[in-house]
């Protein structure tokens, strides 16, 4: 089935039983959860899934109980990219001598922004430089949330983690968040694309055009960790659609190299009116909090201008520069 | 006796003998990264698969640790897998062999032993593989590059009996054996794959009731890798030790098994004693240094020296009984470790040795020589003062220096 013909209706996706089960112990209002979950739902056929060390790793196999119905193997915080080559490698050379009965099985790697943007990004960037036919999803909740909410390369600039903590000399994190997304597409790679969960159709599509495409693909998903945020995890979802209307996380895609906006992004883009101000979503973050004092008010600004800059950049690679600033 | 198969000479450096092996043992997946001395593998297993000589995938990762994961993934998937390395590469790839013995992943490696930095030194010792001892892995070494061939094709048997299912390293003395031509006496290609047959699975328990053969496959889900607490973890390592103990004589089995067909053992597969059976002084050496120990000894036996030696070939699991037995008649006993253990108190083997010794009524005397560190030459006149220190040992009755280094600049 392509992805064409998959229309991913809420009956369509209610009816297919769940592959990423009920029972797993993340906590409530966990983005990361919901977007596995989702793509899980947008599987096409046999598949493998492996994972990096992390939340999703930990609360879906405390032995002896698993929430995977599919076949699953964990084996470093570093290792989700390695995992997938040996089995992407494994799965070919078996079918061609005969050893397994799959025509075809595909392999997705998950991995936070920990295991992607920092310590699994080597063996990352190896496994596309190599051309390993599989998708890497990267669920991006911006910090070391399982080891208790450090910052990572894919924390944003300002947020107050326990190792970017927002003190009375320094406020939050410095650094700027990797562009891990157009460090991929650099790779020269068929299919890179950003999702966010509010928008559950957008990424079920790109997790399947993930998988469909010929060799590596790389999926940035946006989610929200009430824990590490210190936000209300009712509004997780929330948080995902003000992301995108904020343009703090504009999802597009690229397909071997042509960067597009995708709807709710490009919705923004010719409505330009009503691009939100990036102080929206900041608030009621705790941790942002530090932010909304007198005394950062340079700081949110700062926010705010590099996230101009970067959506301007953004329209430019999407050939969307006319349309609006 | 089953009459051995006709075999052809050819003349192999240990690298190209260990490519060689794992060319004819139906290998499916190698994931490697080159390090000296281990590369001659890596760039002759490529040619094999530039000419379409070997039916297997090659993934050229981007560093040792990828090379491990991937291999460990590959070999959960279902493939037969191989990898090799030595020295900084296994030192990187450390993490992640305790992941592939824990997962009970069968894959075969060769180590080409190199001393590990600082300072940077490219030959051979035993630091980068003695690091790794408590590793889960099992540990062969080979004395020399013929060993190394049949060696690589004994792991695979070994490592995938379903009642071992662990990972094994063979250590191949860096350029003393990896990078100098031999005689290799080697087996016809279908002898081989005959031997190594086709990968076996035990059957489990999958999660949804049924019982399946243990890998990743789609028709039968399975949970590989999970985290396991304070509840189970202490099991699974419990079950490790288990399947060690297993190897000893599965390692047994194999070695006699595959003299039926080559005509080759070494010794029973776990130790091999040279002239040791009367001996009263004898020393304990891994790996190539045998070769030279054995002319040695030979050179005392000449002059009324009885004089014996014991090759340890699996220092994991440590054929301990078998140790025990073999060197129950020895008066004065040295133990060559080609590593430091710094602060131990004596090298990993030394250590070992005394260990397994402490509870026998009569034991030998004990003396650690360290020798060979950074491919530091160790000549026969070296060998020969070791057997003379026992002798004068035999005479004064006590040790007075138990840890001793040999060939050191004083």
């Known amino acids: 089935m392509t992805t064409q013909e998959w229309k991913f209706t809420a009956k369509e996706i209610a009816e297919k039983p769940d592959l990423f089960l009920a029972g797993h112990r993340a906590c409530a209002g966990c983005g990361p959860a919901t977007v596995l979950r989702l793509i899980m739902k947008a599987t096409r056929g046999p598949t493998i899934v492996t994972e990096a060390t992390g939340c999703m790793e930990v609360v879906s196999s405390i032995y002896p109980y698993t929430s995977w119905a599919v076949p699953w193997l964990h084996t470093a915080f570093e290792t989700a990219a390695s995992n997938a080559s040996g089995i992407e490698a494994a799965l070919k050379i078996m079918r061609k001598k005969r050893r397994i009965s799959q025509e075809h099985v595909d392999v997705i790697a998950f991995a936070g922004d920990g295991g992607t943007f920092d310590i699994g990004f080597q063996a990352l960037s190896g496994a596309v430089e190599r051309g390993h036919d599989f998708l890497f999803v990267l669920y991006d909740n911006e910090a070391y949330m399982n080891t208790g909410i450090q910052r990572s390369g894919g924390t944003p600039h300002g947020a107050a983690t326990t190792t970017s903590p927002a003190g009375t000399v320094i406020p939050g994190k410095l650094e700027y968040k990797k562009p891990i997304a157009d460090i991929m597409v650099a790779h020269g790679m068929p299919y890179v694309a950003t999702a966010s969960p509010y928008y559950w159709k957008d990424l079920m599509t790109k997790a399947r055009k993930g998988l469909e495409v010929e060799g590596p693909a790389f999926l940035h998903v946006f989610a929200p960790c009430p824990r590490g945020w210190r936000s209300n995890p009712t509004k997780s979802i929330e948080y995902s659609k003000l992301a995108v209307e904020s343009c703090i996380f504009p999802v597009w895609e690229s397909v071997n190299g042509h960067c597009k906006l995708s709807t709710p992004s490009r919705l923004v883009a010719l409505a330009p009116q009503k691009k939100k101000p990036v102080a929206d979503y900041l608030k009621g973050q705790g941790r942002f909090r530090h932010l909304f004092k007198p005394k950062s008010k340079q700081l949110l600004e700062e926010i705010q201008h590099i996230t101009d800059e970067r959506w301007k950049c953004l329209l430019k690679k999407c050939g969307e520069s006319k349309t609006s600033v | ?410």
Not at chain 2, 119 to 147: C, F, T
């Open chain 2, 1 to 410: 006796m089953q009459k051995t198969v006709k075999q052809k000479m050819m003349a192999l450096a240990g690298d190209q003998a260990v490519a060689y092996a794992v060319k004819q043992s139906d290998v499916d997946v190698v994931a490697a990264y080159p390090i000296t001395p281990q590369t001659i593998i890596v760039e002759k297993f490529s040619e094999y698969v530039a000419n379409g000589e070997v039916e297997t995938e090659f993934v050229c990762v981007e560093s040792e640790h990828s090379a491990m994961t991937a291999s460990l993934a590959a070999s959960v998937t279902g493939a037969r897998t191989f990898t090799a390395t030595a020295s900084a590469g296994l030192a990187l790839m450390h993490e992640m062999l305790f992941v592939t013995s824990g997962c009970r992943a069968p894959v075969v490696m060769a180590i080409a032993n190199r001393a590990l930095s600082a300072p940077l030194n490219i030959h051979g010792d035993h630091s980068d593989s003695m690091a790794q001892r408590d590793s889960g892995w099992i540990q062969l070494y080979a004395e020399n590059a013929q060993e190394a061939y049949d060696s690589i094709i004994q792991a695979f048997r070994i490592g995938e009996n379903l009642n071992v299912l662990l990972p094994v390293m063979v250590g191949l003395d860096g350029f003393t054996l990896s990078h100098t031509l031999e005689n290799v006496e080697v087996l016809p290609d279908e002898t081989v794959k005959e031997f190594v047959g086709v990968r076996k699975f035990p059957d489990v328990l999958t999660h949804n009731g049924k019982t399946a053969p243990f890998r990743l496959d789609p028709a039968n889900p399975m949970t590989m890798g999970p985290i396991a607490l304070q509840n189970y973890y202490f099991e699974f390592k419990r079950q490790q030790e288990e399947a060690m103990e297993h190897a000893v004589n599965v390692i047994q089995q194999v070695n006699s098994e595959y003299a039926k067909i080559s005509g080759r053992s070494y010794g029973n597969g776990l130790i091999e004693n040279y002239r040791l059976e009367d001996a009263e002084v004898a020393a304990v050496c891994l790996g190539s240094t045998a070769g030279t120990m054995k002319t040695v000894v030979d050179g005392l036996r000449q002059n009324g020296v009885k004089a014996g030696l014991l090759r340890l070939r699996t220092f994991r699991p440590l054929p301990v009984e078998e140790i025990r037995s073999a060197v129950a008649n020895v008066k004065a006993l040295a133990v060559m470790d080609k590593c430091i253990s710094f602060g131990g108190n004596g090298g990993p083997v030394f250590n070992a040795f005394r260990h397994l010794l402490y509870e026998e009524a009569n034991h030998p005397h004990i003396v650690n020589y360290i020798y060979g560190l950074g491919g530091r030459d160790t000549s026969p006149s070296d060998l020969r003062s070791i057997y003379e220190t026992l002798q004068e040992l035999l005479q004064t009755g006590h040790v007075e220096k138990p840890i001793r280094y040999l060939g050191l600049r004083s």
